[in-house]
Nanobody, 122 residues
């Protein structure tokens, strides 16, 4: 059973920063893609940032939603099996529950974390 546990959420003022972590009980290097999604109040879940793994780290691709480009950075530490989301210059509209997710292209399987709340006050 694969588990993902997010942490690092909280309450922050607009303009502040947070770093979310997603600890995985699996070797992240074996998964095709991983990313962060969020769901704000009354909104559908949306993809915030993702990493598409390739055979070499230099070929990896990262993707960001337009709303967070230049402010958020996704990264991973394979030695710790942890995915991160560094969030800078936070805005009230970034308020949401943030979920990490990993996907296996071989099996078509995706695994989700339980989510962590991020609240940005104006």
């Amino acid at each position: 059973q694969v588990h993902l546990v997010e942490s690092g959420g909280g309450l922050v003022q607009a303009g502040g920063s947070l770093r979310l972590s997603c600890a995985a009980s699996t070797d992240l290097s074996n998964w095709y893609s991983m990313g962060w999604h969020r769901q704000g109040p009354g909104k559908p879940r949306e993809l915030v940032a993702s990493i598409i793994s390739k055979s070499s780290i230099s070929d990896e691709r990262t993707n960001y939603a337009d709303s967070v480009k230049g402010r958020f950075t996704i990264s991973r530490d394979d030695a710790k099996n942890t995915l991160y989301l560094q969030m800078n210059s936070l805005k009230p509209e970034d308020t949401a529950v943030y979920f990490c997710m990993i996907f296996s292209a071989n099996t078509g399987r995706s695994v989700w974390g339980q989510g962590t709340q991020v609240t940005v006050s104006s």
